[in-house]
């Protein structure tokens, strides 16, 4: 298991009992009050403070938790991608996809053994390895596959999806930072 769910597991669980606990007080407190005949501006005050302090405490937390989530699932996609992408050099010869428009037509629709793409039959019987289309990038939301002419990247494009190296068939998430 990664050090990043390790974390996730252990702390904020106790994070989120004790702000639980905080939001229950404030809520029983309002719930006493008002049948004891009512309750005043102040109380009323008291318990929204109570909830605004559990809120706040929580936001980094789930911030961080959220980060943590997209981290998982850009090496999640990023692993399918460079699996696919390998799947599809092995059975074509060495050769690796064309880039063209943005995108990775041989990866996400049937081919033949030229690489070519077309209609899914005897004539092209691979693929395609990405049926659901180019995964979009967990940070940026955006599928768009732009061309890097270095390998490793120096920088980002500015468009935000993945950046793919042609020659090489590799392919980075297009943000800064992510060149490994």
Known sequence: MSDALTKIEGEPLLVAIALGALATGGYILL????RQ??????????????????????????????????????QQTLYTLRTQIQRYRMEHGGKFPVLFEGRLPQLT????????PGPAGRDYPYGPY???GIPPNPYTGINTV??????PPTKPSGVGGWLYHEPTGQIWPDLPGHFE
């Open 31 to 34: 719930c006493f009050r008002y």
């Open 146 to 151: 732009t061309a890097t002419p270095t390998n």
């Open 37 to 74: 005949g009512g309750f005043s501006v102040l109380d009323a005050s008291l318990v929204i403070a109570i909830w605004a302090i559990a809120s706040g405490l929580s936001y980094p937390w789930v911030w961080n938790l959220a980060q943590q989530t997209k981290a998982t699932a850009l």
């Open 130 to 132: 990405l049926p659901g």
């Open 109 to 116: 629709e049937p081919t033949n053994a030229q690489g070519e």
